[in-house]
């Protein structure tokens, strides 16, 4: 969700954001999918790719969401955890909300970044 929405909202050629995990599913969880939809946003297509050290030292930034000691360690790469629920599973209404703080926490990173 937090790279749809950074890709979404950020000025073109400014930054680009990918998505990885440290223990990717084989396919999107579907209520995250649906949420999404609802929205506009189409992640029919996303495919979940694992988080490497290789992926996170090109990276200017690694926003993390609750991946702890499995997160990878880049020396001098600015990490940010957020504290976000796993939505596997999660009733509709809760993946919302989810989605909404996922979307707040997006546009406060491009706005604080000057990336809009």
């Keep these: 969700?937090?790279?749809?929405?950074?890709?979404?909202?950020?000025?073109?050629?400014?930054?680009?954001?990918?998505?990885?995990?440290t223990e990717p599913g084989e396919r999107l969880h579907p209520e995250v999918q649906a949420?999404?939809?609802?929205?506009?946003?189409?992640?029919?297509?996303?495919?979940?790719?694992?988080?490497t050290e290789e992926m996170a030292k090109d990276a200017q930034l690694l926003i993390t969401m609750?991946?702890?000691?499995?997160?990878?360690?880049?020396?001098?790469?600015?990490?940010?955890?957020w504290p976000i629920?796993?939505?596997?599973?999660?009733?509709?209404v809760e993946v919302r909300a989810i989605r909404d703080e996922v979307k707040s926490r997006v546009q406060g990173l491009i706005h604080n970044k000057g990336l809009s």
């Design 1 to 21: 969700m937090a790279a749809a929405f950074f890709n979404q909202l950020a000025a073109p050629g400014k930054a680009e954001a990918v998505s990885a995990g």
């Design 35 to 51: 949420v999404m939809q609802e929205i506009g946003i189409d992640l029919s297509r996303a495919k979940p790719q694992k988080l």
């Design 66 to 81: 609750g991946c702890g000691d499995k997160c990878p360690y880049v020396p001098g790469l600015r990490i940010d955890d």
């Design 85 to 92: 629920p796993d939505p596997k599973g999660l009733p509709l």
